[in-house]
């Protein structure tokens, strides 16, 4: 056996599993998004079973991108969701890390507090949010506009001040299954998964940065916000720029959330859409899969670029 | 330390109390599944209740009455370990003989095993369907699901022992060969006892993943290979009847994992940032 033989031998099973599962299915997406393919249709039986006479070039694209009316609207949504997500798990991400970073008493549990969120199931999560919380009646949202309302009620009659509150206007709780207020909870439950998870990449990060040169930079006199932004953003822009990426390609494919929340009530992202599609007109749901496939890869370029750096210091 | 000094008193207080303050409202609305899971159905909805309530065990009790609560996480438990063990027993050799026997193609290869993780799922769902249903026959079968989750898991799986084997120093390997030591003494000597730890997070890591996996286990499975995050989807929408039953079932399929999750921060910025963050 020659010296390159064992190693080669070790990583077979790997490389054929991972060669299987990625091309087969994949293949098949392909193949399926150029032929009529339907699950039912009384009228052409024939194309409920793929064939290559039912060869339809690009016609699923030109049906998804063109005469389906929620393509265009599920990507805008996918983009909006999964941008204010990153936006805002990185900005709160930033300022906890910083905040955390200096030693206090209780750091330690204050660490295991913020990074629970991360480690709950995403169903769990949409259904604990959107049941126990956002209801405007039974959640805690509910509870708590109720609550405002008949303590403002009971000040109305109070003396002297009674005629402050009786200008008040009763609070409406927001409703969060409608289609764009069921976009904006899945975002808030999103960002409170993945803010930890923001958290726990920029801390590590901080760990890593240079002490002489702030110690430095004090010594010339810098102020805390100088300091942040000269010395710590700087480093923390390799952390981001993964962040960001991890995130994008992550929240790309969002489903069980967007499932929970807003099933049927026109909210929907691409892989909603695709699974909709899937339940009869699969022509259209590989062509959407493929579009899908597009849009990660476009990021995915960038973040195995950017892995691929640091990959063999 | 200057960092020290500069602080003034304000500082001092200010901000440890706020990090506090960010962090309970972090962790708060786990505390109120928590807390709700030990209120009746009734209770749980009542304002009057928030805090002040009578604790019971009963949704605890009742969940196998409730929602067969025991069915589903005996799968979540077999097909979570199962599947971490295969993707494991082929990714050790995979990452060791990268790390140790590394060639001109290694880096090539892993950053092919990564962008396999990129793929959107949804992507290829009706092929899975597909296949799964009218050729294998293995739809909603424990086998299935196992196999599923080792092979997305399998991408992280290496690439997180490949960066703990670099760390290993050759030279200790190269020493071993010289004694005459075999190829599997090699492994069981000096290997296993250095690479221990990293084996261990990174079995405790895919564990977790596979465990709160939500796309694959809910799309094909009906019944019989059923997990917890298929229980947990099915009763998405409880009518605010049932918080009390619905919070102790959420906190029993999540409380464990968190716990696992506090012991293996560390290992989870290496996993997930593919070791691109240190």
Known sequence: MSKRTLPRLLQTPAVILLLIWMLIPLGMTLYFSFIRYVLNNLRRPEWTTPS???????????????????????????????????????????????????????????????????????????????????????????????????????????????????????????SFRATQTSAYAVIIMVTWQWTPFAVLIFMTSLQSEDQQQKEAAILDGAGAWAQFRFLTLPHLARPVAIVVMIQAIFHLSLYAEIEIVSRGNGNKNLPYLIGEFASNNIGAASATGIFAVILANIVAIFLLRMVGKSLME | MAIVAQQTKFSKIFWPVLAWFIALIFFFPIFWMVLTSFKTDADAVKP?????????????????????YWRFATNSVITSVFATGFALAVGVPCAYAMAFNPSRATKDVLMWMLSTKMLPAAAVLY????????????????????????????????????????????????AGKMDGVSTWGEIKDILLPLAWGGLASTA??????????????????????????????GNRAPEGLFFGRLSAVSAAAVGPIIVLGWFCQKQLVQGLTFGAVK
């Open chain 1, 52 to 174: 290559l006479s039912n060869w339809r070039g690009f016609g699923n694209y030109e049906y998804v991108l063109f005469g389906a009316k929620d393509f265009w609207f599920a990507v805008k949504n996918s983009v909006f969701i999964v941008s204010s997500i990153i936006v805002l798990t990185v900005v709160l991400g930033l300022a906890i890390a910083v905040l955390i970073n200096r030693s206090f008493p209780g750091r330690g549990i204050v660490r295991v507090l913020l990074i629970s969120p991360f480690f709950v199931m995403p169903a769990v999560n949409a259904v604990l949010w959107i049941n126990m919380i956002l209801d405007p009646v039974l959640g805690l949202q509910g509870l708590a506009v109720s609550g405002i309302n008949e303590l403002v009620a009971g000040l109305r009659d109070a003396p002297l001040i009674g005629w402050f509150f009786s200008l008040w206007p009763e609070i409406e709780p927001i």
């Open chain 2, 48 to 68: 009057e209740f928030l805090f002040t309530f009578k604790p019971t065990l009963e949704n605890y009790l009742n969940m196998t009455a409730n929602y067969d």
């Open chain 2, 127 to 174: 092929p899975m369907t597909f296949l799964t249903k009218n050729f294998l026959g293995v739809f909603d079968t424990k086998f299935l699901v196992i196999v599923v989750l080792s092979l997305i898991n399998l991408p992280i799986v290496i690439w997180m022992l490949f960066t703990y084997f670099k760390e290993i120093p050759k030279e200790i390997i190269e």
């Open chain 2, 204 to 233: 405790l890591l895919t564990f977790i993943f596979c465990w709160n996996e939500a796309y694959w286990t809910v799309r094909l499975t009906t019944t019989e290979a059923a997990t917890l995050s298929k229980l947990i989807e």
